[in-house]
């Protein structure tokens, strides 16, 4: 279902189990389809039925077991009028719904271990934490979104340079502080990455040039020894075989006519 070529949301609850996202941040998305829809001017009761049908089948399941029928009798008992807008009661009874699911302890525990991420900038860093910091009920919520961006920025030299400044640090101050420097910080990193570019290429070149020098050695080497056996040096560890004069004078019998009674001279 769409207005004007703008598609709603993904459905909050299709199947049951647990939740994809929190209830206030699709509700967010959900607000943001009506105006951009046009359907923020439909009535109350027509933006009821669009909120449903956006819930998906189980949200739908849940919101009719909802006591949402006996708050309003409890309204009219006690003589008071009941909402005009059923939408916004809706809303109320979802979000009071949906929210009791998220206990507080598991919030500020994820808030509390998130930490800034490899390759995570510190805008982004401040926008998780401030999410995150929106769901804890914190009683200083500027104290705790300090303390935790401190404990858990990346960089030591930041970190130091934040708890030197002791009680006087505010969270304002740091988010306004790191927003400037951030163009001066993707300087340092591009420069950092010609740096290292250009000493891994000095570095491939010197292991070449090692390389290089390791084969001309054992060439130089191999042809000195195919050029001694060529000239016929022997090796130390082997013996030069006897002649053939040797041969002969040890032998016991002519060579020339084959007799054994005497020896060619």
Not at 46 to 71: D, T, V
């Amino acid at each position: 279902m769409a207005f004007a070529g703008i598609a709603p949301p993904d459905p909050f609850l299709p199947t049951p189990g647990r939740l994809v996202q929190p209830w206030f941040r699709w509700h967010d998305m959900f607000k943001v389809y009506l105006l951009a829809s046009g359907a923020s001017e439909f009535s109350p009761e027509r933006r009821k039925a669009l909120l449903l049908h956006s819930l998906g089948p189980e949200g739908q399941r849940i919101f009719n077991n909802m006591s949402i029928s006996q708050a309003a009798k409890k309204t009219e008992e006690e003589g008071t009028e009941a909402t005009p807008d059923v939408y916004d009661s809706v809303v109320t009874a979802l979000a009071k719904h949906f929210d009791a699911t998220c206990k507080l302890v598991g919030e500020r525990h994820r808030f509390h271990r998130r930490i800034q991420f490899p390759g995570e900038s510190i805008q982004e860093y401040v926008t998780a934490l401030t999410e995150l910091a929106a769901r804890c009920s914190f009683m200083s919520q500027e104290e705790s979104l300090r303390d935790q961006f401190v404990a858990g920025v990346s960089s030591h030299r930041i970190r130091e340079r934040l708890l030197l400044e002791g009680s006087s640090l505010s969270f304002k101050g740091i988010c306004f502080r790191e927003s400037n420097q951030g163009g001066s910080s993707a300087n340092e990193r591009i420069f950092r990455l010609c740096v290292s570019q250009y000493l891994r290429s000095l570095a491939q070149k010197a292991v070449h040039r090692c390389s290089h020098r390791i084969y001309c050695r054992v060439l130089a080497l191999s042809v000195k020894a195919i050029r001694q056996l060529h000239r016929g040096t022997t090796p130390p560890s082997r013996q030069r075989s006897p002649s053939n004069s040797q041969q002969h004078a040890n032998s016991s019998y002519c060579f020339r006519c084959g007799s054994k009674e005497h020896r060619a001279s």
